[in-house]
Nanobody, 120 residues
Framework: QVQLVESGGGLVQPGGSLRLSCAAS????????MGWYRQAPGKERERVAT???????NYADYVKGRFTISMDNAKNTVYLQMNSLIPEDTAVYYC??????????????WGQGTLVTVSS
């Protein structure tokens, strides 16, 4: 069974920075893509950024130039560096992993979420 553990959320002032981490653990899986999503109160969950096993990245327009997604393949860990944070970035951030199991089936798993609050 594959599990994700997130860390790095917290309270930060506008203009500040935070780095989120998400570590995948388990056996017999091949990572296809990892990503970060967020859900603000009263809103639907939305994609923030994704990264493939080959390092290809994709960002939502509202974070381009401010957020950077990266991955340490050896540690099965994905990071989200968030700079120039604004109050509108306040949300619960969720990590997602799409992977293939030993039978080559494509599966997905979510982390528990970590709260990011941008406020003065």
């Amino acid at each position: 069974q594959v599990q994700l553990v997130e860390s790095g959320g917290g309270l930060v002032q506008p203009g500040g920075s935070l780095r989120l981490s998400c570590a995948a653990s388990g056996s017999n899986f091949d990572m296809d893509r990892m990503g970060w999503y967020r859900q603000a109160p009263g809103k639907e969950r939305e994609r923030v950024a994704t990264i493939t096993g080959g390092g290809g990245t994709n960002y939502a327009d509202y974070v381009k130039g401010r957020f950077t997604i990266s991955m340490d393949n050896a540690k099965n860990t994905v990071y989200l560096q968030m700079n120039s944070l604004i109050p509108e970035d306040t949300a619960v951030y969720y990590c997602n992993l799409d992977y293939r199991n030993a039978f080559r089936s494509l599966l997905g798993v979510w982390g528990q979420g970590t709260l990011v609050t941008v406020s003065s």
